[in-house]
Structures are given as structure tokens and as C-alpha cells.
């Protein structure tokens, strides 16, 4: 008997981690095939097909059900024999419900799946008896039964690693867990629906890193829900990590900030620039919107290990925020915007309330005034404290902070415009402008945010001095002359040379003399600025590791006066 697990990714880059610990876990006769939500779907139906497979077993989340959905429909057309099952978080409820309304689904795995999938493949070959299997839901003979739920894998050491037998792509990201469960029961998230949390014990953790370290990947994604429920462990992990880690590898997490000890902090200080990556979910400011979503958060904690962490310059941050939650409004998410965006992490990442199956907001949804989306990913159209325009001009926001906040390539243009105690004005303003030219229904190349950012400053009384920042902007990131709305001041070839040819300069930006001059001008760029009424002259070399500005105004007048 053929069996095929079809993952449909996210993006080309991910790997289906469920699929791998079911092939591992089953040891039958399995292939794995996997996509991504943006291959064309009669593709992937004529590869599945391709298969001749006697069960079909579909990983679900919200990003890819209405895929399974119609290639469920097909390929059981196609073949009536074909047994069809599905699995995952967005299958994993309501299961009745979805076997009645999806023909061509047999039966659906809820929940936790090794132990299930191993079960139901072994009795669908024996010709056995499904009632017997607890966590399933399936049809037959045009009713639906519901066994009871499957007790959780208390020892987590009994799945077998997936790691030591994966085809790995280079550039893929590598997803990893070290623990099942959630300490929080956070009303949107399904982990409040699995009652504690559960480890990999150590040794186990340590083998799989060890040969996840082998592959050639960049990023190692832990999707633990709290990385750092357990403190002393997390630190054993991560020391293990840093001692173990091939450069160029970073290991991304989630954390409640809120948790972080000082002694966790002191541990931060040495980690070395870009091991670690962390995600902070704050979500809300708001106090009674906390509560209702049972989230518990210190913010003055929160916002202290955050400023802290990024006064180390070595760990990039991520902070959350979602729209849409109960109790919030417009003004009040507009302070939980400006707490976030105050904290100084790299990225500030502006989310919309999803009703999951499963989670109490959407069993809760109408008494608590949230209307969302019939359709994946069942994302909040209003609420009781929030319009559908309001979560619109949100939306525009996001684009905006998206594109001009989170890519780091405007850092000093921001940094002079933004009001500290009122970031959000900021990008409100920028998104009313961004409407009216409708750019927030196109796609942009970073030269041409450069040029929409200049748009925007037009007509506004520090339009000029804001230009020279948004020029020095632009040549951190562009080993190229800047272009004409940019206002460029230009220096004459021959003085390139003459800078260039300085052993002063040279000895600044470490440059052996040796090296001669038609070697580095490629990438090397000057140019004039004037900051206050003051004009400086910066030199910008470009890098591999990036780029390197110097002020060698001084270097320049004593050149350009012939002064040796």
C-alpha cells in the first residue's frame, strides 16, 4: 500500500516539520511531497496524482485549506479509492462539520498526530476496525463519527528525530521544537487548548541541534511557544547553541519578555551579533484587553528586557501587536502602537486578530462583539470598539511601517521625523499620504520607496533638512550616485582619486596602501551634506559586511586647500 503526506507551505522556503515526525514515528512505507501556496494548484494536483497513491494524508493550517479543500475534491474524483485524510491545527476542531460540507475527505486526524497516523495506517492496511482509533473523525457509509480524543505523548523522546533522515535544501528554513504546550492560555492562540507543557529532554535536543547544525541553513526557526518558560534550560540551550553553532546560523525563538530574570539578561551580554533572534509578543497595552484574552504581562518588565537587549546591539528583536482584539479601540491601539514602537526593536510587527477554530475568541466571537471572515484565515472584519474602516487605515499603517520601519533602510530619516511620544502620527500621516497615491495597491522596489519618501516630504518646512538624511540613508544602502530628487553634491573625479590615494583616509577605514586606487573606487562613494548649516563630507565604503561611513571633512578641506 502507497502512502503520501503532501505538505503545502507558506513560502518555497519552509518545511513541514509534522510530516517528517509522522514518517518517522508510522515507519511505513511513506514518501513526502511538498509545496507551496504560491505553485500553481493544477501543478500540485498532477503531481499528487502522479502518484498512484492508495492514502493521501494533508498537513492543514490556514494559510493552505482552501488548496486541500479543492485538490481533496479532485483527486478523490479522480479516483474514489483514494483514501483522503487530513490533519494539523486548522482541521483539528469542528470536524463534523468539515467531513459534511468536504467531499472527497475521509477521515480527519485531531491533534496531536504520531500516534494516530500510526495507528489509522496500520489498521486501514489490516482492513480494521476505525472505531478503535481514539483521536479521529471520518465518514462512512454516508454517517460521521467522532471517537473520543487520544491521550498527548507524555514521553516526547518516544518520536523518533526527523532530523537524520531530511532531504534539506539549501537556503530552506529549518523549523525545530523543543517542547509541546504553552505555560499561557492566551485566548487566540489553539496551545491554550493543550492543558501544560511538555520537554524533549535534553540529550535529545543537543543530538537533533548537532545535525541540524550539519545542514546548510541559515535559519533555524524554534516554534516553541514560550522559548524561555523554563529559564535554566533555555540557557543550558542556548550556551549549547553558541558553543555548537556554525557561523552564519541564527536560531529564532518566541519569548515572554515579561519572564526575563537579570540573570538571563547578564547571559545576553556575550552572545555573539546575529545568533539569536527573538520574537516578543506584546499584543495589547490595554488592561481590560489583556485580561479578556487571559494574557499576563508585566509591561514595565517587558519594556526593560526589550531596551536592555537592544542596548547590546547583538540580538535582533521582533515585537507583536494585534488589531482587533476585545476592548480595544482605535486610540487605544494607537498607545499600544506607541509603547511597542518606543521599545527600539528592530522590527515592529502590526497583526490582525485571527479567529482559529478552536480558540475561545471564536467560540466567545458574538458575545464579545467580533465579527471575522467566514473564509481562512478567518481574519476580524469589526468589532464592538473598532470599525471596518478603522482596521482598514491599520492595515495601510502596517504597509507602511512594513516597508519604512522594519527594513532599516530609513533609520536616521525616522529617527529625525518620529515624535517620540507620538510614533504613530507619524505613519498615520504617511499612510493618508500612501492612500491617495495608491500605493498601497502596488508593488515598490527599494529605489522607489526612496523616491515616495522625498514625495512625501515635499511642502513640509523641514522638507530640505530632512533630504540630506534621507540622502545619507539612501548611500548606506545603494553603492551607487545618489539620484537627482535626492539633491546629490557631487565631488569632482579627480578629488576621488586624491581622497582615495590619502594615507590618512586609508589608515581610517584600515585600507592597506598598497592597494591601488582603481581597486577601491568601485567602492568607494563621497559625498557633501549639510546638517544645521554645517557642511560635512562623508566617505562610504562598501563592504561585503557592509557598509563603513567615516566623517573625513577635515581629510577633505586640508585636500582640497593643498594642505600636506
Not at 528525530?161 to 504546550?181: A, I, N, T, W
Not at 490582525?352 to 478552536?358: A, E, I, N, Q, Y
Amino acid at each position: 500500500m502507497k502512502i503520501l503526506l503532501v505538505g503545502i507551505n507558506a513560502k518555497y522556503s519552509h518545511q513541514n516539520l509534522a510530516l517528517y515526525y509522522i514518517k518517522q514515528y508510522a515507519k511505513s512505507n511513506i514518501k513526502i511531497l511538498e509545496f507551496n501556496i504560491n505553485q500553481n494548484i493544477e501543478g500540485i494536483y498532477r503531481e499528487i496524482l502522479k502518484e498512484k497513491a492508495d492514502i493521501i494524508g494533508f498537513s492543514s493550517y490556514i494559510w493552505n485549506i482552501e488548496f486541500i479543500q479543492r485538490l481533496t475534491y479532485d483527486l478523490k474524483t479522480s479516483n474514489p479509492r483514494t483514501t483522503i485524510i487530513w490533519g494539523g491545527p486548522e482541521v483539528s476542531f469542528d470536524t463534523e462539520e468539515l467531513l459534511r460540507e468536504n467531499f472527497g475527505v475521509d477521515i480527519i486526524i485531531r491533534g496531536e498526530g504520531e500516534k494516530t497516523a500510526k495507528e489509522l495506517i496500520s489498521t486501514i492496511e489490516s482492513d480494521g476496525d476505525l472505531s478503535k482509533i481514539d483521536g479521529i473523525s471520518y465518514k462512512m457509509d454516508g454517517e460521521i463519527f467522532i471517537n473520543p480524543d487520544r491521550e498527548l505523548i507524555q514521553n516526547l523522546d518516544e518520536i523518533p528525530s526527523p532530523f537524520f533522515d531530511m532531504e534539506v535544501q539549501k537556503g530552506k528554513l529549518m523549523y525545530y521544537e523543543m517542547s509541546r504546550g504553552c505555560p499561557f492560555k492566551c485566548a487566540y492562540c489553539l496551545s491554550s487548548t493543550i492543558k501544560g507543557v511538555r520537554y524533549f529532554s535534553e540529550d535529545r535536543i543537543k543530538s537533533d541541534l548537532l545535525k541540524i547544525m550539519e545542514y546548510d541553513v541559515q535559519t533555524v526557526k524554534l516554534v516553541d511557544r514560550t522559548f524561555n518558560s523554563n529559564e535554566d534550560f533555555s540557557i543550558r540551550i542556548m550556551e549549547f547553541i553558541k558553543d555548537h553553532a556554525p557561523e552564519g546560523m541564527c536560531f529564532h525563538m518566541e519569548l515572554m519578555a515579561h519572564m526575563i530574570s537579570d540573570k538571563f539578561l547578564d547571559f545576553l551580554k556575550d552572545i555573539p551579533v546575529g545568533l539569536f533572534q527573538f520574537e516578543i509578543g506584546i499584543q495589547s497595552t490595554n488592561h481590560e484587553t489583556l485580561g479578556e484574552i487571559y494574557r499576563i504581562t508585566d509591561l514595565e518588565k517587558l519594556g526593560h528586557s526589550v531596551k536592555t537587549i537592544r542596548s547590546y546591539n547583538n540580538i535582533h528583536q521582533h515585537v507583536d501587536l494585534i488589531a482587533g482584539l476585545p476592548y480595544e479601540d482605535y486610540e487605544s491601539f494607537k498607545n499600544s502602537f506607541n509603547f511597542a514602537y518606543s521599545l527600539g526593536a528592530e522590527k515592529l510587527q502590526l497583526g490582525f486578530l485571527k479567529l482559529l477554530r478552536g480558540s475561545r475568541l471564536r467560540i466567545d466571537a458574538e458575545k464579545l462583539g467580533l465579527k471575522y471572515s467566514k473564509y481562512p484565515p478567518y481574519e476580524i472584519i469589526y468589532t464592538d470598539w473598532m470599525s471596518p474602516m478603522e482596521l482598514r487605515r491599520l492595515s495601510i499603517i502596517e504597509d507602511v511601517v512594513e516597508k519604512y520601519s522594519n527594513e532599516d533602510y530609513f533609520k536616521w530619516t525616522l529617527e529625525f521625523l518620529i515624535d517620540e511620544e507620538n510614533p504613530f502620527g507619524f505613519f498615520e500621516d504617511f499612510s493618508v499620504f500612501w492612500e491617495e497615491k495608491n500605493y498601497h495597491m502596488k508593488s515598490h522596489t527599494r529605489e522607489s520607496l526612496y523616491k515616495i519618501f522625498s514625495e512625501y516630504l515635499e511642502g513640509k518646512a523641514i522638507y530640505e533638512a530632512t533630504l540630506e538624511l534621507l540622502r545619507l540613508d539612501y548611500m548606506l544602502n545603494h553603492n551607487t550616485i545618489p539620484k537627482s530628487y535626492l539633491n546629490p553634491q557631487g565631488i569632482d573625479l579627480k578629488l576621488y582619486h586624491d581622497l582615495l590615494r590619502d594615507e590618512k583616509i586609508r589608515k581610517d577605514f584600515e585600507i592597506s596602501l598598497d592597494i591601488p586606487t582603481k581597486k577601491l573606487i568601485n567602492d568607494f562613494k563621497f559625498e557633501g551634506f549639510g546638517f544645521g548649516g554645517q557642511r560635512a563630507i562623508f566617505g562610504f565604503y562598501y563592504k561585503k559586511e557592509g557598509t563603513i561611513r567615516l566623517d573625513i571633512t577635515e581629510d577633505y578641506e586640508r585636500i582640497t586647500n593643498g594642505i600636506s
